[in-house]
C-alpha cells in the first residue's frame, strides 16, 4: 500500500504518550517516517529501548523518556526538558477490567490518572509554546468502548467519554490561538495486549460485527492521526475521528 507523505510535518517535534507499544508504538513509527523529530514518553522501559534503537538510523531518530503519566511534576519535568512542542499525541491508557463492586476511592483515582488527567496536564505543558508560535495540534484518544457499552470497563468508558468534553472544551479554549484539539476514536484494534482480551473467536466476532472485514492494525490508526496533526486538517478540530471499521 502507498501511504501518504504530508510535507508539514516534517521537522515538527511531536511528543506520544504510551509510545512504547500498541497504537503508540505504531504512531512513533509513522511520525518518524513522516520525518518528525519524535518524543515518546512511557513507563516501559526495555520495549521502548528496543523501539528507539530500531530507528536509530532514521533522519531524526525518536527520544524515548520515561515519565510515569500518572505523576504530574514528572511530566512537567519531561516537558520542561523537550521544550516547544508542535504535535502532542495523548495516547496512554490502560483499559484494564473491572467491576462495580471491586472498584475503591483509591482505584477510581488510580484509573482517572491513567486514562484521562495527564492528558490535560500534557496540554496545559504544550500549550504556551503553541500560542506563542500561532499555532499547534492536540490530539487525544477517546475509544469506542463507552458509545458501545462493552461490559466491565465503568472507569475506563468513564474517563473515555470524559475526554471527548475535554477535546470540545479546550478546542474552544485554544482555537482563538490557532491550536487544534481533535479525538481520535478507535474501534478494535489488534496490538498484542488486545490478543490478552481476545481469543481468536473473540476478534472474529468483532469482524463479523464491522462493516469491513478485516483487523484493524496499529499503522491504520496512525494513518488517521498524521493527517490530523497535518496542515491539510486546519479546518479540523472540536470533534471525534473515528476509525472503527464501521463496527458501532
Ligand atoms: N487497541 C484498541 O483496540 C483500542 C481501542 C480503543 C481505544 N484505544 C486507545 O488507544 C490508546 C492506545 O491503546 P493501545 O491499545 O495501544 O494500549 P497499550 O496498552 O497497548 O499501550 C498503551 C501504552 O501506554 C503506556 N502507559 C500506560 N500507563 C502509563 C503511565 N502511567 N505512564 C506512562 N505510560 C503509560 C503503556 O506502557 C503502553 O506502552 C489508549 O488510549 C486506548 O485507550 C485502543
Known amino acids: 500500500m502507498k501511504s501518504a507523505v504530508y510535507p508539514s510535518l516534517e521537522g515538527k517535534r511531536v511528543v506520544i504518550t504510551g509510545g512504547g507499544s500498541g497504537?503508540?508504538?505504531?504512531?512513533?513509527?509513522?511520525?518518524?517516517?513522516q520525518g518528525a523529530e519524535v518524543h515518546f514518553l512511557d513507563v516501559l522501559e526495555a520495549e521502548s529501548q528496543a523501539l528507539a534503537a530500531q530507528f536509530a538510523e532514521a533522519s531524526a531518530a525518536p527520544v524515548f523518556h520515561r515519565c510515569d503519566l500518572t505523576?504530574?511534576?514528572?511530566?512537567?519535568?519531561?516537558?520542561?526538558?523537550?521544550?516547544?512542542?508542535?504535535v502532542l499525541v495523548n495516547n496512554a491508557g490502560n483499559d484494564d477490567r473491572h467491576t462495580l463492586d471491586e472498584v475503591t476511592p483509591a482505584y477510581f483515582d488510580n484509573r482517572i490518572a491513567v486514562n484521562l488527567r495527564h492528558m490535560l496536564f500534557c496540554a496545559q505543558a504544550v500549550v504556551p509554546a503553541m500560542k506563542a508560535a500561532g499555532g499547534g495540534a492536540i490530539i487525544n484518544f477517546g475509544s469506542i468502548s463507552w458509545r458501545l457499552g462493552l461490559p466491565d470497563l465503568v472507569l475506563y468508558e468513564t474517563a473515555k467519554?470524559?475526554?471527548?468534553?475535554?477535546?470540545?472544551?479546550?478546542?474552544?479554549?485554544?482555537?482563538?490561538?490557532?491550536?487544534?484539539v481533535?479525538?481520535?476514536?478507535?474501534?478494535?484494534?489488534r496490538t498484542p495486549r488486545q490478543l490478552k482480551w481476545y481469543t481468536p473467536e473473540g476478534e472474529a466476532e468483532i469482524v463479523a460485527?464491522?462493516?469491513?472485514k478485516g483487523r484493524i492494525e496499529p499503522a491504520d490508526v496512525a494513518a488517521l492521526v498524521l493527517f490530523l496533526a497535518s496542515d491539510d486538517a486546519r479546518f479540523c478540530t472540536g470533534h471525534e475521528y473515528w476509525i472503527d471499521a464501521g463496527w458501532a
Open 23 to 33: 497504537i503508540g508504538a505504531g504512531l512513533v513509527e509513522a511520525f518518524v517516517r
Open 71 to 86: 505523576d504530574t511534576a514528572a511530566i512537567a519535568a519531561c516537558f520542561e526538558a523537550i521544550g516547544p512542542v508542535q
Open 161 to 180: 467519554a470524559g475526554i471527548e468534553g475535554m477535546t470540545k472544551a479546550l478546542a474552544r479554549d485554544l482555537g482563538a490561538h490557532g491550536i487544534r
Open 182 to 189: 481533535t479525538c481520535v476514536t478507535p474501534g478494535n484494534v
Open 209 to 212: 460485527q464491522q462493516c469491513l
